[in-house]
């Protein structure tokens, strides 16, 4: 239309990229705050530093809108498997659609890389499986009493599965 001014295209509100362990601070900073303690899901700085060399290991770090790492996955993708091995988000920062941007990520990047079965395991009552489910995992198994509470119980692990 003559006389509109045209306007940028809007910034897109989280950006998804490669990390290092470089960013191993930040990405422990986000992982202390958004995992509940009760649950022991949360992995120990050793536990990330010694998989992030291993082989097909990529660590993934998201900004929000403003350009603030708001949260952060770890994945792993060997021949046609790629498990999400973990996934959190700032508490302040969740509820605006970074855990999905981060999951779409993980899919993009395992079938990028020809990974076609994709996997993760998750407390049984953690909110991210209903955010699992809607970008397209399914249920496919369950590990009793995986995770030990502080508190002395016991909970189950499900197993989600992706065929992409
Ligand atoms: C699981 C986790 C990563 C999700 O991150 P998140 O950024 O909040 O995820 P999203 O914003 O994409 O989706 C979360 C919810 O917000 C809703 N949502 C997404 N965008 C939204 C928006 N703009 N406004 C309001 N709600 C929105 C989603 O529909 C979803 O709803 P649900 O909770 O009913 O399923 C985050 O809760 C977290 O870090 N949890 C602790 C760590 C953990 O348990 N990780 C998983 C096991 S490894």
Known sequence: MIG???????????TVLQASAEDLDAVMDIMAAAFPPTYG????????AGILPMPGVALRLAT??????????????????????????????????????????????????????????????????ALYKRAGFALAGRRRDYYRCQDGRAVDALTLVLVA
Do not use: Y
């Open 64 to 129: 929000d809108a403003r350009g603030e790492l708001a949260g952060f996955s770890l994945m792993r993708v060997v021949a046609d498997e790629a498990e999400l091995l973990l996934i959190a988000v700032k508490p302040e920062t969740q509820q605006q659609g970074i855990g999905r941007a981060l999951i779409d990520d993980f899919i993009a990047t395992a079938t990028a890389k020809r990974a076609h079965h994709l996997h993760l395991e998750v407390r049984e009552g953690n909110r991210a499986i």
């Open 4 to 14: 509109e001014t045209p306007r940028p295209l809007a910034p897109s509100p989280v």
């Open 41 to 48: 899901e949360a992995w120990t700085r050793s536990q990330c």
